[in-house]
């Protein structure tokens, strides 16, 4: 027996439904915030896959791992992604306990990713989708060897468009939502989780030091913003930096805003690289960048430097920097803020 992890989305739900074709199934939906999951919609999932549903409360795991993360992390400065958080510490992490508890041997999820075992490595290996705009494997490279050998992704051959055309075939289609929502917890502008905060507002400085305005709080702002800086100076300026250390909002112009390198912390290995010596990579420094040759060189304590070949625009700390070989996820890990490089 298998479980399978259900959104109430046609990706999740089509997952669910490639499995159960040759396996017996248990259907496993987390609730992780307050809004009620639409239940009849779920039940109506699990009627046409004849298989069990089980709803999970989670949300005081999601409050403690994700939420608090996501709100420490703006107020730091950081801009941070609750998506590869949420996929370790949540859904790979106890949703996966919850189903092993079950008596289940994996999860299915409908992600557009792809796991391999290699006997030679005798490791699980994690490649991109085969859907290059929907590949999903930025988001899954904080894996665990355990989680990778539990993990499931019956989409990971599959293109978007092909799930919706057997889907809607099957008759699955109607039954979910074309897409589930990417943060599941913000509905709106994340800055509403703010609200209630007394974040200090500080100076907005442009590179060269010059105090051009003032700013409501640094959990508002993110590197490579445009709008809503309330300064005007007669041509486009964008948030270059935001450093914690003296409140400020540094900005500058587009030229501004690229950079040749960045340090990133705690990585994560999928492939079995020697973290002793330096390694050509495509680096993505956020789930849209498109990837970028560098030299990734270690620095010691699991900290790396990566060096592009070409400078790279708003690379914004708290994002996560990651490590690819064609369609092979190698690792990655945390961009940090200039100030905690040493």
């Not at 400065?77 to 790979?92: A, D, M, Q, S, Y």
């Not at 010059?210 to 300026?237: E, S």
């Not at 935001?242 to 990585?267: A, S």
Request: contains cysteine; charged residues 25%; positive net charge.
């Amino acid at each position: 027996m298998i479980a399978a992890a259900i959104s109430g989305g046609v990706d999740s739900a089509f997952a669910a439904w490639l499995s159960a074709r040759s396996e017996k199934v248990l259907l496993l939906h987390a609730l992780f915030t307050e809004s009620s999951p639409d239940l009849k919609r779920l039940e109506k999932i699990a009627h046409f896959l004849k298989a069990p549903l089980e709803i999970l409360d989670l949300r005081s795991a999601f409050k403690a791992l994700v939420l608090e993360y996501f709100k420490k992390a703006y107020l730091k400065g950081l801009t941070p992604n609750p998506c590869v958080i949420c996929n370790r510490e949540l859904k790979f992490g106890l949703l996966l306990k919850e189903a092993l508890k079950r008596g289940a041997e994996a999860l299915v999820t409908g992600h557009y990713a792809r796991v391999v075992f290699d006997p030679a490595l005798k490791r699980y290996l994690l490649y991109k989708g085969r859907d290059p705009g929907k590949d999903q494997s930025y988001f899954l490279h904080q894996l665990s060897q355990e989680a990778l050998s539990k993990a499931r992704f019956p989409l990971g051959e599959w293109l978007k468009a092909e799930v919706i055309k057997e889907a809607s075939k099957i008759g699955l289609f109607p039954l979910t939502a074309p897409e589930s929502q990417e943060v599941c917890f913000i509905k709106g502008d994340y800055r509403e989780l703010f609200k209630d905060l007394a974040a200090p507002s500080g100076e907005i400085v442009t590179v060269e030091g010059k105090v051009v305005g003032r700013h409501k709080g640094l959990y508002a702002y993110t590197v490579g913003q445009r709008r809503g800086l309330g300064v005007r100076l007669g041509q486009p300026y964008y948030v270059v930096r935001l450093d914690p250390r003296t409140n400020r909002v540094v900005i500058g112009k587009k030229k501004d805003l690229y950079r040749q390198e960045c340090v990133v912390d705690q990585v994560n290995f999928i492939y079995p690289l020697d973290p002793s010596q330096p390694f050509r990579a495509a680096v993505r420094v956020r789930y849209r960048h498109a990837e970028s040759p560098a030299w990734v060189e270690p620095l010691g304590k699991g900290r790396f430097r990566v060096r592009f070949d070409q400078p790279q625009r708003a690379i914004a700390p708290g994002q996560f920097a990651v490590f690819y070989r064609e369609d092979l996820v190698l690792g990655g890990g945390e961009i940090l803020p200039e100030e905690e490089v040493s």
